[in-house]
């Protein structure tokens, strides 16, 4: 198995300032995601504020040949969805902005779900169930507990309110690289897979549908949609293992 590499105060410093910036960068985005926006709009508000402003890079550009800054990934898609000119948001549509960004070698990711206008109670419901089951797993994190602690308490919550967990994405270790060891899973069984240590650092992102957990890939190779069409929602934060807990380098204003 590759080696997990355990992050110093000082690199730990770093990753938390990275973080911090990119809760910036979503701040900035809450004024301007609103109906009439195309997702292609979005991807240029981040890209110029992350460089002109944060004087960061966006990590994502470039990276396994992306050339956009963010994902975009509107009511039925699960992830990595691509910025489009022609995809304009309309009331009633949810989605994930999913953003990394660089900042003194180190990289910091996290994802957020809007939702447009008038939403329906059940995509409501979606949203806020996803965010609860992804804190479900954070509040697992501290050394001794395993990566199937993790998964467990994510899919048994989510599983409890009827919805099921995409398994062919994860959370990843992140550091100077955006994806490092652990692969963090969000299924498992409790005691199960790699025991956490202070100084690790990884996402936490539960994909998770309102139908069917499968998925499948559309021609251009990145955007994954759920095959039943049904809506999909998302929510990631970079955590840190701390002495005796977590600590959530990309924690937004909205969420203290």
């Known amino acids: 198995m590759a080696k997990v590499t355990l992050k ?21 985005l809450d004024n301007h995601l609103q109906a009439g926006i195309s997702t292609m709009e979005i991807n240029h508000l981040a890209e110029r504020y992350i460089v002109d402003q ?13 050339q956009y800054v963010l994902n975009t990934s509107v ?7 691509v910025p489009s000119d022609s995809q304009t948001l309309k009331s009633g549509d949810i989605i994930n902005v999913d953003i990394t960004l660089e900042k003194g070698g180190y990289i910091a ?3 957020k779900m809007y939702m447009i206008g008038e939403v329906s109670p059940l995509a409501r419901r979606l949203v806020n169930k996803t965010y609860e089951t992804m804190w479900e797993g954070i509040r697992v994190v501290k050394p001794g507990a395993t990566l199937g602690d993790i998964g467990y308490a ?26 490092e060891e652990p692969t963090v899973l969000h299924f498992g069984q ?5 025991m956490l240590q202070e100084g690790m650092t990884f996402t936490i992102e539960p994909m998770i549908n309102q139908g069917k957990a499968k998925v499948k890939v559309k021609k251009d190779g ?10 999909s929602a998302q929510w990631e934060h ?3 293992v701390t002495s005796n807990g977590y600590e959530v380098l990309t924690l937004r204003d909205e969420e203290r």
């Not at 944060?54 to 040949?65: D, H, I």
Request: include cysteine; glycine fraction near 12%; charge should be positive.
């Open 222 to 231: 990145w955007t994954v949609v759920t095959s039943d069409k049904k809506l």
């Open 190 to 194: 409790p005691g199960k897979g790699l």
């Open 8 to 28: 110093t105060t000082a690199e730990l410093t770093l990753m938390r300032e990275a973080g911090r910036l990119l809760t910036k960068v979503f701040s900035y």
């Open 54 to 66: 944060l004087m960061a890079r966006p990590a994502s550009k470039g990276q396994y040949g992306y």
């Open 109 to 111: 990711d996290s994802s």
């Open 154 to 179: 994510i899919q048994h919550f989510a599983e409890k309110h009827g919805y099921s967990v995409v398994r062919e994405y994860c959370g990843h270790g992140i550091g100077r690289e955006m994806h």
């Open 75 to 81: 009511n039925h898609v699960v992830c990595h969805g």
């Open 238 to 240: 970079t955590i840190a």
